[in-house]
């Protein structure tokens, strides 16, 4: 069963609270503020590309939420996957100032799929365990 919009909300607040807080504190006393803060993206950015992979879809929220990210055959994501997923869509969301991400949500939320632009992308879905 594919999961919604609130399960996956839940799951990258607790991300971020797990993995983004607690980095970019240490960044920011380890370096300068800007130095720092392109640390903290860095290392985020780079969890969120890799732990999925090595991890079969899953995050730390994600786990925690009981869900996971596969490819549509089942099988779980590979780096490729996860650099459409990320990265591509990413840039896509950035080029046209959020509204994308916006959508996204509203796709996620609405359609009896909850496949958002960047699931399209990357040939993905989240679903329950």
């Known amino acids: 069963m594919q999961a919604g919009f609130w399960i996956r909300l839940g799951a990258a607040i607790l991300d971020g609270i797990i993995i983004g807080i607690p980095v970019s504190l240490i960044m920011y006393i380890l370096f300068s503020e800007s130095f720092g803060e392109t640390m903290t993206?860095?290392?985020?950015?780079?969890?969120?590309?890799?732990?999925?992979?090595?991890?079969?879809?899953?995050?730390?929220?994600?786990?925690?939420?009981?869900?996971?990210?596969?490819?549509?055959d089942g099988s779980p994501p590979t780096l490729g996957t996860m650099?459409?997923?990320?990265?591509?869509?990413?840039?896509?969301?950035?080029?046209?100032?959020?509204?994308?991400?916006?959508?996204?949500?509203?796709?996620?939320?609405?359609?009896?799929?909850?496949?958002a632009i960047h699931d399209f992308i990357?040939?993905?879905?989240?679903?329950h365990d």
Request: glycine content about 12%; hydrophobic content about 50%; some cysteine.
């Open 122 to 127: 990357a040939g993905t879905e989240v679903v």
């Open 41 to 72: 993206n860095v290392i985020v950015g780079l969890y969120s590309l890799l732990l999925p992979v090595m991890w079969a879809g899953y995050t730390i929220g994600k786990k925690i939420c009981n869900i996971r990210i596969q490819k549509l």
């Open 83 to 115: 650099f459409l997923r990320n990265i591509v869509s990413g840039l896509i969301y950035g080029i046209t100032f959020g509204m994308a991400a916006l959508i996204s949500a509203f796709m996620v939320g609405l359609r009896e799929d909850k496949r």
